[in-house]
């Protein structure tokens, strides 16, 4: 069974950091595309950022770009979210999902085959 478990979140100022992480057990990790995804109250699931499964590409909407980083290690079976100048706007509860087929488009909730629990993004104004 496949399991992804995040960590990372909490609360933080305005344009403060937090990286969060996301391990993968129980499946064939070096295989799957990771992305992640943000949920605010009220709102739907929103794509911020995934990683191809060897890495070597990566994709971002506009509302993170050139804020969020994702990467991911291999050997430890761990993607990231590294967020930096952080906004109000981007508390929620962040998602990774792992997709078992490498998707070509990465920005669809439905691609993806598992779901971590979700870990809370607090900004502060």
């Known amino acids: 069974q496949v399991q992804l478990v995040e960590s990372g979140g909490g609360l933080v100022q305005a344009g403060g950091s937090l990286r969060l992480s996301c391990v993968v057990s129980?499946?064939?990790?070096?295989?799957?595309?990771m992305g992640w995804f943000r949920q605010a109250p009220g709102k739907e699931r929103e794509f911020v950022g995934a990683?191809?499964?060897?890495?070597?590409?990566?994709y971002y909407p506009d509302s993170v770009k050139g804020r969020f980083t994702i990467s991911r290690d291999n050997a430890k079976n761990m993607v990231y979210l590294q967020m930096s100048s952080l906004k109000p706007e981007d508390t929620a509860v962040y998602y990774c999902?792992?997709?078992?087929?490498?998707?070509?488009?990465?920005?669809?909730?439905?691609?993806?085959?598992?779901w971590g629990q979700g870990t809370q993004v607090t900004v502060s104004s």
């Open positions: 990683i191809s499964w060897k890495g070597g590409n990566t």
């Open positions: 999902a792992a997709d078992r087929s490498d998707h070509e488009d990465p920005r669809w909730s439905i691609i993806y085959d598992y």
């Open positions: 129980g499946g064939t990790f070096t295989s799957y595309a």
